[in-house]
């Protein structure tokens, strides 16, 4: 049985549908973990838990030990619950498959593989049309539905955002997931429920400054306020401990695909291309005053000057942090077909 999403298969759990395994793999740990917790946390009392949990991680463990934790008989409970986190590490996990294609009614497995499983493997075939084995591929959330994943997160937690808010977050973090929640995490210690999270509040509890930081660099870039580019850059790079290259690179590539499909759309309106891309406001004319600054096959070249950026903040081609942003801003600068503000 194929989940679309980890509420899915939760929503099923909470419901009382609890199935002998749990197949969860993907390269978005945010989902996987969130299923794990739920189970290692929820599935048992604290009292079962003692005798009937059991959790193993795979470097550490071989098939012939994770089914001696399988077939043990649960003590004074109605079931036991094996869980092997980072799956990926274990050897010869394709050996569970005569087990996980004929599970013990008395164990839950939770399998959570941070990788994508070979979907051509027998029992992955075979698991996916079984009604006994909960199968869930964790996706990283797509550049364009950030925001409104950010949104929804956001009222689970019994909070609202500004437009503006989410797209700083969005910008400025980018699409890990984990890190999105702890910072919101942040905010909500800090408020009460169904308090109006806006920008002013972001700078307080979150440290994201407008000054100096990705959010200013790419309003400046837009701009073409290249003096303001330049002091934005050399503050940034004078503080790569507080905002990483290897944070505010990648927040620059996702901003840059928003202003791509803006100008693959320029003609539609600003309802459309806010839909299209998944930003609100005052943001789509941003995107469109630097779609139409830089042009489309401006656009597509500092594209994959983003990504060699990237990889040369992470230590390939070059040393680290060595002027990598100064001179990316730079070459940015040149494809400017509106002259810049000077």
Do not use: C
């Not at 580019?229 to 790079?237: A, C, F, G, M, S």
């Not at 401990?241 to 901003?255: N, S």
């Not at 656009?299 to 990598?324: C, P, V």
Request: glycine share 6%.
């Amino acid at each position: 049985m194929e989940y679309s999403s980890a509420d899915n298969l939760l929503s099923d759990i909470k419901s009382g549908q609890i199935l002998p395994v749990y197949v969860l793999h993907g390269v978005e740990p945010f989902f996987i973990d969130k299923v794990t917790s739920h189970i290692e946390k929820k599935l048992l009392s604290e009292g079962e838990q003692a005798f009937n949990q059991s959790v193993l991680y795979g470097r550490d463990v071989d098939s012939k030990q994770v089914l001696d934790y399988d077939r043990q008989y649960p003590m004074m409970a109605e079931r036991r619950v094996v869980i092997i986190k980072e799956a990926q590490g274990m050897r010869d996990l394709k050996s569970l498959g005569s087990y996980i294609s004929s599970p013990s009614p008395q164990t839950v497995l939770v399998i959570a593989h941070k990788k994508k499983i070979d979907g051509r493997i027998k029992w992955v075939k075979e698991a996916k049309k079984s009604d006994q084995i909960g199968m869930m591929s964790s996706d990283p959330v797509q550049e364009y539905k950030l925001n409104a994943w950010i949104t929804s997160y956001v009222k689970s937690q019994k909070l609202k955002m500004t437009g503006d808010a989410v797209e700083m977050l969005s910008q400025y973090l980018g699409t890990d997931l984990k890190k999105i929640t702890n910072e919101i995490e942040k905010i909500k210690v800090n408020l009460d429920a169904g308090e109006l999270v806006d920008i002013p509040q972001i700078e307080k509890y979150i440290g994201i400054s407008r000054d100096y930081d990705i959010y200013a660099l790419l309003k400046a870039l837009s701009r073409g306020d290249t003096p303001r580019v330049h002091e934005i850059t050399y503050n940034i790079e004078a503080n790569v401990k507080v905002q990483p290259l290897q944070m505010i690179i990648p927040g620059m590539a996702t901003y840059f695909e928003k202003v791509l499909v803006v100008a693959q759309n320029f003609k539609k309106d600003d309802r459309t291309l806010g839909s299209m891309i998944g930003s609100y406001g005052s943001y789509v004319k941003e995107y469109r005053d630097m779609a139409k600054r830089y042009g489309y096959s401006g656009l597509i070249k500092i594209y994959k000057m983003l990504l060699q950026a990237d990889a040369q903040s992470k230590g390939f081609e070059r040393r680290k942090g060595d002027g990598i942003l100064k001179e990316l801003v730079g070459k940015i600068l040149l494809f400017q077909r509106v002259p810049s503000n000077q």
